[in-house]
């Protein structure tokens, strides 16, 4: 399977971006699907999580009433829709599956997509 992550950009605080992660060569039926991010500075972070249909959702703190994340599992697509950002928000936004359902541990992800950047100026 590729994942392919894609709706990056540059945004001015209190904007919005949706993100969206797509499964090729495979699918997102019988996955936890998992966003996660590299800050500058930071290690990779969970920022959310999606399980199969969307009856598990996992926030981080940091993003808690802020992002919302959904999917469309017959298109194989998982979206991260993040509202009222922030400068602290920028970085690279990964998407992953795995099959630990709402797993904050990048560990129990074993497919990864490459990644968009996130640019939130202030």
């Known amino acids: 399977v590729q994942l392919q992550a894609s709706g990056g950009g540059l945004v001015q605080a209190g904007g919005s971006l949706r993100l969206s992660c797509l499964a090729s060569g495979g699918s997102f039926r019988s996955y936890n699907v998992g966003w996660f991010r590299r800050t500058p500075g930071r290690q990779l972070e969970f920022v959310a999580s999606?399980?199969?249909?969307?009856?598990?959702?996992r926030y981080g703190d940091s993003v808690m009433g802020r992002f919302t994340v959904s999917g469309d599992i017959a298109e194989n697509t998982v979206y991260l829709e993040m509202n009222s950002l922030k400068p602290e928000d920028t970085g690279v936004y990964y998407c992953?599956?795995?099959?630990?359902?709402?797993?904050?541990?990048?560990?129990?992800?074993?497919?990864w997509g490459q990644g968009t950047l996130v640019t939130v100026s202030s």
């Open positions: 992953a599956r795995g099959k630990a359902v709402g797993s904050k541990s990048s560990d129990d992800y074993y497919d």
């Open positions: 999606f399980s199969e249909f969307g009856q598990y959702k």
